[in-house]
């Protein structure tokens, strides 16, 4: 092939690739064009699919929002209509508990409080009168001193005008005086409120007085009926408008005053035990040194003589009579068994060794000395078995005891099955 054909080919293969390459451009911005419009067409499909769910969205929470806010509506005006019955039910109940409480007061309070017209009535006439009368007889009395003449007549005639010129200012003052009672008398209502009773201290704040002066003027109530059932306490320090509650006031007194006898018979009866106590005590200790110094003379008694069976005798006496009264000493209301030992038994026991002494020490010892000798022997054997009997019977009441404590001891233990019989089952 020739160059020019050669040419001619390349010329060819290059306005084929030109064209193909024209082609594809032309394809490719054909394709980018129809891309770049579907992509645009999507994005606006989405945005108006997003605007109109959106639009859904917020008008379905609007609707929800609105049934809410109706719902929570109903609600609170069912919340606030039954508050508004219960409140109205409160106050209606309250309202019957003042009323209740008025009605209950006005029974045992004046509805016409003396003073109350009466006063407005001398006021009306005193003042009236005053000056009127007043008037008149300054003049009568700037006349009379005009004219000089002082007869019986002209003074007569001014001491009649001002005589009523005095009366009207009687008049006067008695209806301020009724007036500021009934105003007192009202002030004493406030205060007492709804109680039937108050501090005569409180009612003297109030009216700004003395309580000396209260109390006056309350009885003076009291006396024309101003408070129908009034009474004050024996101290004069409280105002009771019910006969129930004074009933009450009485009745409380009544027990205060049984209580303060009870206290007092308590009182005496532990005053008159203390004596008891006392007088016991200084018996007993009386009754141990008695007792103790016979103890002593026992043994001086018994050192003297040597034969030793009297001795062992006085020596087992003494060892009794010991036991006796160191038994007494921890057991104070025994005193009274061992009182006549104490003071007669003992007396004559040592009378009798004292006796037998005497006779022992007698140079000749005759049959009548030694027979006597022999029956003191023989007595104070039975004395130191009358004395042991004693000492056995004032242990009575330790056996009883003890006794006493072994069954519950024994009790007990059976009920928990802790005796031998109950181990050998």
């Known amino acids: 092939m020739s160059k020019l054909d050669f040419s001619d080919l390349e010329r060819e293969i290059k306005d084929t690739v030109k064209s193909a390459l024209d ?92 003073g109350r017209v009466s006063g407005v009535v001398y006021m009306t006439l ?64 406030s205060c007492l409120g709804s109680n039937s009773y108050c501090n005569i201290e ?66 005496k009866k532990e005053q008159e035990e203390e004596k008891i106590n006392d007088l016991q005590d200084e018996q007993l200790k009386s009754t141990l040194e008695i007792g103790n110094n016979y103890i002593e003379q026992i043994k001086k008694l018994n050192d003297a003589i040597h034969e030793e069976k009297i001795s062992t005798k006085l020596g087992r006496l003494q060892d009794i009579v010991g036991q006796i009264l160191s038994f007494v000493e921890n057991n104070p209301k025994k005193l009274p068994a061992v009182s006549k030992f104490i003071r007669h038994y003992l007396p004559m026991t040592i009378k009798l060794i004292s006796t037998y002494n005497e006779l022992n020490d007698q140079a000749v010892q005759g049959e009548n000395i030694k027979k006597s000798k022999v029956e003191i022997e023989n007595t104070i054997d039975t004395v130191n078995d009358a004395f042991e009997k004693l000492l056995d019977d004032l242990f009575e009441d330790v056996a009883l005891d003890i006794s006493t404590d072994i069954s519950v001891l024994q009790t007990l233990f059976t009920q928990e099955g802790l005796t031998k019989n109950d181990f050998k089952k």
Do not use: C
């Open 202 to 267: 409180k009612l003297a704040k109030v009216i700004g007085e003395k309580e000396r002066f209260v109390i006056k003027d309350l009885r003076k109530m009291i006396e024309l009926g101003m408070f129908t059932q009034g009474h004050l306490d024996d101290n004069n320090t409280l105002l009771m408008i019910s006969n129930e509650v004074y009933d009450n006031y009485l009745e409380a007194q009544k027990a205060y005053k049984r209580r303060k006898e009870e206290e007092l018979r308590n009182e």
């Open 23 to 114: 082609s594809i451009d032309i394809d490719i911005n054909n394709l980018k064009q129809d891309f770049n419009n579907k992509a645009e067409d999507t994005i606006n499909e989405v945005k108006e699919n997003v605007k109109t769910k959106s639009q859904k969205f917020n008008d379905k929470m609007n609707d929800k929002a609105q049934k809410f806010n109706d719902k929570m509506k109903n609600k609170s005006e069912k919340f606030n209509d039954k508050m508004k019955y219960k409140v109205q039910n409160q106050y209606k109940n309250v309202t019957d508990i003042v009323t209740k409480d008025q009605k209950e007061m006005q029974k045992y309070i004046s509805k016409k409080p003396v």
């Open 126 to 189: 005193g003042i009236t009168g005053s000056v009127l009368f007043g008037v008149q007889t300054a003049v009568y009395a700037a006349f009379i001193s005009v004219l000089g003449k002082f007869l019986i007549a002209n003074l007569v005639g001014l001491g009649v005008v001002a005589s009523f010129f005095i009366i009207s200012m009687i008049m006067t003052f008695k209806g301020i005086s009724l007036r500021k009672r009934v105003r007192r008398f009202r002030k004493y209502i």
